[in-house]
């Protein structure tokens, strides 16, 4: 088996970019390294999520619990592992390596739930995907921690630039607020390595904050 890194992170983060780079990175150290970033926007394995973001199912995040909201992420994932990078994951030559995975599933509905349920849920999630789906655990987690204004804000200037419709999650700043103290316990409680990306409410230069990636992952590469 392959190794599996996932880089984490609230919307606005820097998770595409950062994974873009470090992608790179291992490609010119000499390794092969397959991309994936979740959920799969566009794939019909995506279409449940999308109408979930979309606010087809209500227009706002609490109004899908967080174990309906699971289901619907973990049948995009199920699909594409199964019909696409299965293969890679079992190369022992790859390193497969996502932006956002079950754990953004975590705390992201975490969010949704008293702080009393967290530790179940976690539980309840882990074993759904990884033992009852047969997911592939990933070998290490990178979170990218951010000040919820700064990502906020990258959020809507991304918006702006691009012209792409904020979703519910990214409309909500109540919610994201609620998804960082829950991205911290599931850091905890999983042993993610966790990256200051704005420890002193500015943000790190991009390059810096990648060679704190490369850092966290030297281990097990």
Request: net charge negative; hydrophobic share 35%; charged share 25%.
């Amino acid at each position: 088996m392959g190794k599996f890194i996932v880089i984490e992170g609230l919307d606005g983060s820097g998770k595409t970019t950062q994974g873009k780079l470090l992608a790179q990175r291992l490609r010119n150290e000499g390794m092969t390294v397959r991309e994936l970033s979740f959920p799969c926007y566009g794939e019909k394995s995506a279409s449940l999520v999308e109408m979930y973001l979309g606010g087809e199912l209500g227009s706002s995040p609490s109004d899908t619990n967080g174990y309906a909201a699971s289901t619907l992420y973990a049948a995009d994932r199920y699909i594409s592992y199964v019909t696409d990078w299965k293969k890679d994951i079992e190369s022992k030559d790859t390193v497969v390596l996502a932006t956002r995975y079950t754990t953004a599933n975590a705390y992201h509905q975490l969010s949704k739930l008293e702080t009393s349920e967290w530790e179940g849920f976690m539980a309840w999630l882990y074993d759904f995907e990884f033992s009852k789906l047969g997911l592939p655990k990933p070998h290490r987690v990178v979170l990218l921690s951010m000040n919820p204004e700064i990502s906020s804000e990258n959020v809507k200037d991304r918006s702006q630039a691009t012209g792409q419709k904020m979703d519910i999650h990214e409309k909500d700043k109540a919610y994201l607020l609620r998804c960082r103290e829950a991205a911290r316990f599931a850091a905890e409680a999983d042993g993610w390595a966790v990256i200051e990306c704005a420890p002193n409410g500015t943000l790190l230069p991009i390059d810096l904050i990648n060679n704190k990636i490369r850092e966290a992952i030297s281990d097990i590469l």
